[in-house]
């Protein structure tokens, strides 16, 4: 645990951070709600292996390699999963999309100049968060689901090891957000 993280609060669904960049993710999960943290499980894990190749690639904005250093919410700040009792693990778009949940998101992203929604649900809060003057880009989602899905790989399962393909992953990832966000302050 990073020196900075020890002095955050957290719940399961924010992190106010200290840097103004934030990462935008679906929904607080098990993991999350077991743990009082956003992305608690592999989810975060991913996003700490991208942030040490975004932070060597623009560290002006990327001022740490830790996770909890930056703001971190969800499009959906209540925990869901099956395992939590609930028949679905996401939320509905039209939950997303509700005006209070969409002012709370927008509340909790004061401060920030550059937002990174990561995954299809919280690319549903794109348009409200471009009109607050952020510099906003969608990516895929930085779990595994959607790095095995968004990233397909030409090497052998038998040439590279699991962890080796999802490191692979993580860094195109990465790669992903750096040019995403290259080409919306060159506009």
């Not at 693990?89 to 929604?117: D, F, M, W, Y």
């Not at 009109?131 to 790989?153: C, I, M, P």
Request: hydrophobic residues 40%.
């Amino acid at each position: 645990m990073s020196h900075s993280s020890q002095l955050v609060s957290f719940s399961a669904h924010f992190c106010r951070g200290r840097l103004p960049v934030a990462f935008v993710f679906s929904v607080p999960g098990t993991e999350e709600a077991l743990k009082g943290k956003p992305v608690a499980g592999d989810t975060g894990e991913n996003l700490d292996l991208a942030l040490v190749r975004l932070h060597a690639a623009h560290p002006s904005l990327f001022g740490s390699m830790h996770r909890y250093d930056y703001r971190i919410t969800n499009a959906f700040s209540e925990p869901i999963a099956v395992a939590l009792g609930h028949t679905a693990s996401e939320a509905k778009n039209t939950e997303i999309r509700n005006p209070q949940n969409v002012e709370r998101v927008c509340q909790e992203l004061q401060g920030c100049s550059h937002v990174v929604l990561c995954g299809g649900k919280a690319k549903l809060l794109l348009e409200p968060l471009i009109k607050s003057g952020k510099v906003v880009v969608a990516v895929s989602h930085v779990g595994n689901k959607g790095l095995n899905k968004t990233f397909k790989l030409k090497v052998s399962d038998t040439v590279a090891s699991s962890s080796f393909r999802r490191k692979m992953r993580v860094g195109l990832w990465a790669d992903d957000v750096l040019c995403r966000l290259g080409s919306e302050e060159a506009a």
